[in-house]
Structures are given as structure tokens and as C-alpha cells.
């Protein structure tokens, strides 16, 4: 599956869906779902100017999107106007392209994994598990949860 490494704490604000537009300096033909990695780096400057306090996931897959258009700014007005979806800081209105997003979604298990420049192919194993299984996860799950709340 396409990976895309988008910093922290813009990946926390794609996966919560406030981000929907991803500014990059290049374009791609590339439209569905992908995997949002958030890489080791934290961009300090912007969580203090986006008001972000807490903890961070990083050098991990953390959530996926979809990417539906890419939207092509041909000024710094344009960008300044769509500021509201991308969260971008004056200093990146530079970029030219827009990855316009939908269908964000949080992993509850975030994924530990390098991250590479771009889109790039992480193949993540699927582990078979029977329902039998996951029922009785469950089931001991609850009665751990009723049985904690009632001691």
C-alpha cells in the first residue's frame, strides 16, 4: 500500500480530519488511500503556533486517507485562502500543489516503520485470526473492564 510521510503535527491533524489539504512542492497522479507516516522529527514551531500540547506518535504509520484531487495554487493568495484546511505557516506558501483529502482515520496501534521521501510501498502483513478468537478477546476484555469497576 502507498505511504506518504507527512510531519508531525500536521499527520495528527489529518488523521483527527481537521487537515484536508496536504501542501506539497510536487504534483501526483496518484488518487486513493494511503498510509500516513509520521516520522521521527516533531516541527516544534508549529505545534507552539497551532497551540498543540500533547504527545506526539512518531517514526510510525499512525492512520490512512484518501487522496481524491490534487489542487495546483497559483499564488501565495490562493494558498493564504485555504488556509483554514491545511494549517500551513506563512513560511510554506511557497508550495504549488494541494493533495486534497477525505476518509481520514486514526490506528488505535500505530505501525513502527522508517519513512521515505514521497509515496512509497510499505506492505504491511495480515495476520489471520479466527472470530473465535477475537470473541473471547472480548468477551475476557469486558469482564476484566466490569470486574476492575466493581473492586
Sequence with gaps: MKCLSVSQPFADLIISGKKIIELRNWNSNFRGEFLIH???????????????????ITGAIVGKAKIYDVKKYSSKKE?????KFHYASKNNYNKTYGFMLKNAKS????????????????????????????????????????WIGHH
Design 38 to 56: 509520521a516520522p521521527i522529527k516533531i516541527r516544534t514551531d508549529d505545534c507552539r503556533r497551532l497551540k498543540i500540547k500533547k504527545k506526539l
Design 79 to 83: 494558498i493564504k485562502l485555504d488556509q
Design 107 to 146: 490506528f488505535r496501534i500505530p505501525i513502527p516503520c522508517k519513512g521515505q521521501l514521497g509515496f512509497f510501498d510499505v506492505d504491511i502483513p495480515k495476520t489471520r485470526i479466527k472470530k473465535k478468537k477475537i470473541m473471547t478477546d472480548i468477551i475476557d476484555e469486558e469482564y476484566r473492564y466490569q
